[in-house]
């Protein structure tokens, strides 16, 4: 009784966001308990890519600028934690001062990469950008050569996990009877993150520069129009967006505590893109759900070769073919079924053609 | 010198490779405005079907048939997966955001690769030795009757194609509804055959570029599609995408470039980077062109109306 | 305010590829009053427009706003000057709403930037505050307060028209310039529109019309100026331009008034 009267106090959003927490806070407890350590690993991956989509919906879903090589940023902001905190040189700096480092420096890399593609619209856009993430690519597996930065493709082992004095996220305790290892640490590190992006995207789409860069999505000639400085507007987006993938790189380096080009490759962008595209352009929650659901369902797939066993007892597809295809599959029956994403912005920031009697979506496109 | 002259050979050799199957992204683009993602994938499927065909037929017929038969084997399955890909992954989607069919091609191609893997597995399938192509040095180069075949071909095909976009009442129906899709249903153009009729034409060139892949390299591999794409998509930005003509000049031009900056980076950069830096080198071309012309080589100005 | 100069061009000229688009072309169009620009299809004044709000340079002449020169502006540069315009074929950002439509308006007035965003700081919360206020009293100033929440895309034709002014005003320019804002519009549409832009004259803005409906323009305008191939021959008030030999000759000896609207305008 005195339940109901509380939750009629605390009303309806307050009800559901309490359980959202308490769900949150139990949930790695609860998969470790259940399905086993290596799905916790795989929410605080889940995380982390909800990062990189919420960075990337800054410059894709909100100004438009459709962008291919965004996993460049992750990049910048793996290799300047794994650098500054390994024995790579022998630093040890502090992740509270790397971090945001990365951060800056990957926002830093969102200019001096998007300065060059101001001019270019759409598909121009999308080569020039995956062009940039290779270059990228290519230099870390190479730079071991003649000074040895990178260490080229053997990557940088022995990262330093996420540390405070004596206190390292790498231990692992137990309290109660209850195991709590680094990955439990991490979730709640990766999450405290997304929370936080989550706010800063959400107040920048209601402020004066989120409604610029939607000008300039829909418009680029009338924002111009409109006193927008449409080439610093797009470069704030650029590097925005960037900042958010550097500090999910550094992130990545210490919970990995490894890392090498391979982590970086053009797929990645890709499904970094297809988590926005899927989840739902410019609608916050859209894309973390995209991100969560493409993280978790190759992992889910993964049940799909005992499954063939079980049913048909002989193996007549190789069970990680079997998941590729199965991803491919959902991919397309998804995007057929939810055009506009699963989750897309309550009246549509998205880029659909809204006159198409007034431009053909070919042009359209073309603009766009 | 010789050097120089016999990497001009091969990357024009590449390059025209590229220029084929180049042509399957520009013409739809040109058409839907969309990038075909899944178009690599089909001229890998082309290479596959070819080297599986040869198989079975290898020793019962002249060489000659053989590779006719398979060939226009590859032509048939490539064009149906064309018309396949269009039904499923562009026509439903043709009003919705522009980059949802996006998604759904990045779902088919990952279909097709693994498909493909199931089918031919997943370890580089080689080209029986069919026969021995003689061979020509002329001027320090070295070149072989078989490679100057591929060459012909391809121009053959690019000189074909824009003598049909230009000159039959399909290919101005195309170019209608390039030009806009709407106006061309209005006058009378059924646009929906004209871009099913774009895929299939498209599907059908990269088959014939996947069958020259398959005697250009010895062998053929279910993941190749990708990387090929990925080329073959920068030759058309870099010709002007869109444009046909741009698509062929982006394909040669393209294939020199890797051609040389693999032969020569190394002396350029003094040993300092070696010819792993290659596709930098042909980024940094790409970017420079763009920068210099923002719809490529041969594309339109978008001047803007205002 | 009298009759100082708002705008001067002087000797514009325009051409694109071998065709010449704008020819010598010179005006002055004073502060306070309502200029029209008037022509048949391809006379370029919608080139006209574009030099004006710096889409692209003019290859040749120059252009003056309160005295100062525009050459080498950015189109961005010139909506800060106090320069504001529409567009012909409606350009508004149609997946946002109308209200977002005219608070984007107010960018070249405001400044908060991302920190202010992020840190959602006082100013940045006064600032927003101001901005919406301002854009519900041009919604409403433009009639259009009823649909503020509604997407762009989803108004009627008329609606749209008069969103397009409402975004403009929003920039707070000293001179608005509509390009052919009547085009679609029906009867009572058209005299809402009239009675709008005599409101605003009458607070003083600078009005630059151009338009099909020469009836319209005769009725609105102070001055006006006629386009013919790139070129202006003849420019005065409206009982002058009408009697003007040279522009009943363009019309094709058709008394201008008895013109119909094309269909398809330039």
């Known amino acids: 009784m005195l339940l109901v009267s509380k939750c009629h106090f605390l009303g309806h959003k307050k009800l559901l966001g309490l359980i959202l927490c308490i769900v949150l806070f139990a949930l790695p407890f609860l998969l470790d308990q259940y399905l086993g350590r290596a799905w916790v690993r795989i929410i605080d991956f889940a995380l982390l890519f909800s990062l990189l989509a919420l960075g990337l919906n800054i410059v894709v879903g909100y100004a438009g600028l459709l962008d291919l090589g965004y996993i460049a940023f992750f990049a910048v902001g793996a290799y300047c934690y794994g650098l500054l905190c390994s024995p790579q040189f022998g630093l040890h700096w502090p992740f509270w001062f790397v971090l945001p480092l990365g951060a800056l ?15 270019l619209r759409g598909d121009y856009l999308a080569i020039v950008t995956l062009g940039f993430g290779e270059i990228i690519r290519i230099f870390l597996n190479n730079l071991n050569h003649p000074v040895n930065i990178t260490n080229g493709a053997q990557g940088i082992t022995l990262i330093d996990p996420l540390q405070w004095q004596s206190i390292s996220l790498a231990q692992t305790i137990h309290w109660g009877g209850i195991e709590i290892a680094p990955v439990h ?7 405290f993150c997304t929370m936080f992006m989550l706010v800063v995207s959400s107040r920048l789409e209601r402020s004066r520069i989120g409604r610029a860069w939607m000008a300039i999505r829909e418009d680029e000639v009338a924002a111009a129009c409109m006193g927008l400085n449409t080439r610093n507007i797009k470069l704030t987006a650029f590097a925005m967006g960037a900042s958010f993938g550097g500090l999910a790189g550094g992130l990545f380096a210490a919970f990995q505590g490894f890392i090498s080009p391979e982590s970086f490759t053009l797929t990645d962008s890709i499904m970094v893109l297809c988590m926005v595209v899927l989840g739902g352009m410019g609608h916050v929650s859209g894309v973390v759900l995209g991100a969560i659901l493409l993280s978790v369902l190759p992992e889910i797939l993964r049940y799909a070769g005992p499954l063939q066993m079980t049913l048909l007892h002989r193996v007549w597809v190789d069970p990680s073919d079997l998941r590729m295809l199965l991803f491919g599959l959902a991919l397309i029956v998804m995007m057929l079924l939810r055009p506009k994403g699963l989750w897309p912005a309550k009246h549509g920031a998205s880029t659909n053609a809204p ?6 979506p070919a042009k359209n496109a073309q603009h766009g | 010198m010789d050097i120089f002259l016999q990497q001009m050979v091969n990357g024009l050799l590449l390059g025209s490779i590229y220029a084929l199957v180049a042509l399957g992204y520009t013409m739809v683009y040109g058409i839907l405005g969309l990038i075909n993602f899944a178009h690599g994938d089909i001229v890998m499927v082309g290479a596959m079907v070819t080297l599986s065909t040869i198989g079975v037929l290898e020793g019962h017929l002249p060489i000659g048939v053989i590779l006719l038969v398979a060939c226009l084997v590859a032509i048939v399955v490539c064009v149906l997966m064309g018309l396949l890909l269009e039904r499923v992954a562009y026509r439903p989607l043709r009003h919705a955001p522009r980059l949802a069919p996006l998604i759904t091609a990045i779902g088919v191609s990952l279909l097709i690769q693994y498909s493909a893997a199931l089918i031919w597995g997943k370890q580089y399938i080689a080209l029986p030795e069919l026969f021995k192509p003689s061979q020509y040095v002329w001027a320090g180069v070295e070149i072989n009757a078989l490679q100057i075949f591929i060459f012909v071909l391809a121009l053959l095909i690019m000189a074909s194609l824009a003598l049909f976009v230009k000159h039959t ?23 929906t055959g004209v871009i099913a009729l774009t895929f299939a034409i498209g599907a059908a060139i990269g088959a014939v570029a996947g069958v020259m892949i398959d005697l250009y390299y010895g062998q053929a591999h279910y993941f190749m599609g990708f990387l090929l794409g990925l080329k073959a998509f920068t030759a058309a930005v870099l010709g002007g995408i869109g444009h046909i003509g741009g698509a062929m000049l982006g394909g040669l031009l393209l294939g020199v470039i890797e051609s040389l900056s693999a032969g020569y980076i190394g002396d350029l950069t003094g040993g300092l980077f070696g010819s792993n830096y290659r596709d930098v080198f042909t980024f940094f071309v790409l970017i420079g062109v763009l920068m210099l012309r923002p719809s490529g080589l041969l594309g339109r100005a978008t001047t803007e109306r205002a | 305010m009298g009759n100082q100069s708002l705008l001067e061009a002087h000797h514009l000229g325009k051409h694109f590829g071998g065709l010449r688009a704008l020819n010598q072309v010179s005006l002055n169009i004073l502060r306070g009053e309502i200029f029209g620009l008037i022509g048949p299809n391809g006379a370029g004044k919608t080139t006209l427009f574009n030099l004006i709000t710096g889409i692209y340079p003019p290859d040749e002449g120059t252009l003056f706003f309160n005295q100062q020169p525009l050459n080498g502006l950015k189109t961005h540069q010139i909506t800060r000057a106090g320069i504001a315009r529409t567009f012909q074929n409606i350009r508004l950002f149609s997946q946002m709403s109308a209200l977002e439509n005219v608070m984007v308006g107010c960018h070249p007035r405001t400044r908060t930037g991302v920190w202010g965003a992020l840190f959602n700081t006082a100013s940045a919360r006064a600032e927003e505050a101001m901005i919406l206020a301002r854009a519900h009293a041009l919604l409403k100033t433009c009639g259009l307060s009823q649909q503020a929440q509604r997407q762009a895309y989803q108004l009627s034709y008329g609606d749209q028209r008069r969103l397009e002014i409402a975004r403009a005003l929003a920039t707070e320019p000293q001179l608005l310039a509509l390009d052919e804002p009547a085009a679609g519009l029906n009867h009572t549409e058209t005299e809402a529109l009239k009675t709008l832009l005599l409101h605003l004259n009458a607070q003083g803005m600078t009005l630059l019309l151009i338009e099909h409906d020469v009836k319209l323009v005769m009725g609105l305008c102070d001055r006006m100026a006629v386009l013919d191939f790139g070129e202006k021959i003849a420019e005065g008030s409206p009982r002058e331009v009408r009697q003007n030999p040279h522009v009943i000759k363009a019309y094709l000896g058709t008394d201008p008034i008895d013109e119909p609207a094309p269909v398809n305008p330039s």
């Open chain 1, 105 to 119: 420096l990957a926002g830093l890399f969102g200019i001096v990469l998007g300065a060059p593609t101001l001019k």
């Open chain 2, 169 to 191: 009442r399909l290919g101005r129906a195309m170019q209608a509804t390039e030009q806009n899709a709407d106006s061309a249903t209005l006058m009378g153009v059924n646009t």
């Open chain 1, 185 to 191: 640490y991490y979730y709640f590190v990766f999450l």
């Open chain 1, 355 to 360: 006159s198409e009697n007034t431009e053909p």
